[in-house]
């Protein structure tokens, strides 16, 4: 049982923290993700234990519709270590959306539902089709690659500077799901994100800041770090890195 | 307990406000600082004593009517030292209520602890059943705690204390209560038993000290902060400090593991009013959990503080 006590017991005992795989622990959406279907559960792993049957769980996850300011109403629901919001109306099409994982939602003197440090904080996702550049890292062949908030089913065209020099021959090229995502288990709807590695002429390298435009749309500013792309899609997930 | 104290108040000041009034007795003569013809001044002069020829002083034991010894026990007769952890244990039967109420920011748990003790000069045994009003995210609920059976066996004296095994057992018998208070086992749905000894000292008339000493393993409903099974081990020391014939305080220190106020300093008024009846108010302090030093949830910081009354009667 993964459980304060024992860990208190082996604070005591002077051993280590139990440790957890980035499946074991993570939130959905991605901070920042859109294109968000309209019943689609947001998804807190790992971030129960089981709690006394028919007792509340109370207030673990809040979300705010950022368009008017006020909480959406709807449930929280525990299955075995996962907590889900189910909202009580579909997610508004258009709209953004933050939603927060508290972490000091038991009563004092009460059952704990101890959420793990990673899970806890606000981000936002959105339902529109708009956009987002969520981050930038190299890859394993160097190649500066972008997250993308939701799939793009044209690439269109694209206009990329690295410290504000052009960067010469664009091309994009996706990266699969399988080659970055360390199977994380999410809702069958979810649209997800996408990853774009850049081709190019003029080299990237890690800590260029690049400003992005995509069609219409930009420019994003991003800086270009030196991570692991399935990293990247973790740390935006909350998730534990390896 | 509090009215009854304030009812009590102008009494506490008397020695006997109540034990010798009777109805059927004669009116009693208050001693005068003066000497009286029937009262010879004890360290008279031979020239002061009554002449030969005089009636001798009268004989008064033989004139008055004989007054009846009132069969009545003092305050704090057949009460023993007794603190949150270390039970009472010397030959002693009677009942309790007593009352938690953890105040402050984290708090909001209270219990009522019902209780009976039987004992004789060799065994003693204890029933004890608490219930409690605690909040959940839902609002407050009550419930039953875990049923308590105590058992007691004197050893005697020991050197230069008095000492005791015993044997205290606590059990879930109804639904569930999620919550807790300072002993971490009356309330949260569980089993267990723990071997107890204690040992009891007299220094003088005014002070006990006991120490107790116990070991135990228990199961419980391993939900966060509890875990499913544990061993605990234990000790305690109290000192029983007589003010007066009816009032005396009480302190006490006490530690244990697995526990989820590991370590707790207690402090108790004690008032006698009636004989066979004894009253206590007081808090019990969890330090260890002011510190954060404990393995439920709570930050370090003075957030709580648990405030306990009893009443029990000695038959």
Redesign the interface.
């Known amino acids: 049982?993964r459980?304060?006590?024992?860990w208190?017991?082996a604070f005591l005992a002077g051993c280590d923290e139990p440790t957890l795989n980035p499946q074991d622990s993570f939130v959905s959406p991605l901070a920042g993700q859109t294109g968000v279907p309209s019943d689609m559960e947001l998804l807190v792993r790992g971030g129960a234990?089981?709690?006394?049957p028919d007792?509340?769980?109370?207030?673990v996850i809040r979300v705010v519709d950022l368009q008017d300011g006020g909480f959406v109403a709807g449930q929280v629901l525990m299955e075995g270590w996962d907590l889900r919001f189910v909202a009580e109306e579909p997610w508004v099409d258009g709209r953004r959306y933050a939603w927060t994982v508290d972490p000091?939602?038991?009563?004092?003197?009460?059952?704990?539902?101890?959420i793990p440090a990673n899970l806890v904080g606000t981000s936002a996702f959105g339902t529109s089709e708009a956009i987002d550049l969520l981050g930038s890292t190299l890859d394993d062949d160097q190649r500066a690659c972008l997250v993308a908030s939701h799939p793009l089913e044209e690439v269109g065209e694209v206009r990329i500077t690295a410290n504000d020099v052009e960067v010469e021959d664009v091309t994009l090229e996706e990266l699969r799901e399988i080659e970055w995502v360390p199977g994380f288990a999410r809702d069958p709807s979810d649209p997800y994100v996408q990853v774009w590695c850049v081709n190019s002429a003029t080299p990237i390298a890690a800590g260029a800041v690049l400003r992005v435009w995509w069609g219409e749309q930009g420019p994003w500013s991003l800086t270009v770090r030196e991570i692991p792309v399935e990293d990247l899609v973790i740390e935006l997930h909350r998730g534990v890195l390896p | 307990v509090i009215v009854l104290l304030l009812s009590l108040a102008p009494a506490l000041a008397q020695d006997d406000p109540w034990g010798t009034i009777d109805p059927d007795d004669e009116p009693w003569d208050a001693p005068s600082d003066e000497p009286t013809a029937e009262e010879p001044v004890p360290d008279a002069t031979p020239a002061a004593e009554a002449p030969a020829d005089e009636p001798e002083a009268e004989e008064p034991e033989e004139e008055q009517p004989a007054r009846r010894a009132p069969v009545e026990r003092s305050p704090g007769e057949g009460q023993v030292p007794e603190g949150w952890r270390v039970a009472p244990f010397a030959p002693h039967t009677g009942a309790k209520v007593g009352q938690e109420l953890v105040v402050g920011g984290t708090g909001g748990t209270n219990a009522t602890l019902v209780s009976a003790r039987w004992s004789n000069e060799q065994l003693g045994f204890a029933v004890g059943v608490p219930f409690t009003a605690y909040r959940t995210p839902d609002g407050r609920t009550t419930d039953l705690g875990n049923l308590q059976l105590d058992g007691w066996y004197r050893l005697g004296q020991m050197g230069s204390m008095e000492q005791t095994v015993g044997l205290e057992l606590h059990a879930r018998v109804a639904e569930p209560a999620w919550t807790w208070t300072n002993r971490a086992d009356d309330l949260w749905p569980g089993y267990g038993a723990d071997v107890v000894w204690q040992a009891l000292s007299t220094p003088n008339d005014q002070t006990s000290i006991v120490y107790r000493a116990s070991l135990g393993a228990h199961g419980a409903q391993g939900y966060e902060p509890y875990p499913a099974s544990y061993v605990r081990f234990g000790g305690a020391a109290l000192i029983d400090r007589t003010l007066s014939s009816r009032v005396g305080l009480v302190g006490e220190a006490s530690f244990s593991y697995w526990d989820l106020s590991p370590f707790e300093l207690t402090g108790l008024v004690r008032v006698d009013p009636l004989p066979g009846i004894r009253a206590r108010a007081g808090f019990v302090m969890p330090a260890f959990v002011w510190f954060g030093w404990s393995p439920s949830d709570q930050a370090p910081g003075l957030r709580e503080t648990t405030a306990v009354l009893d009443l029990s009667v000695v038959l």
């Open positions: 049982m459980s304060r006590s024992l208190f017991a234990v089981e709690i006394p007792y509340a769980v109370g207030d000091a939602s038991h009563v004092p003197h009460g059952p704990e539902l101890p």
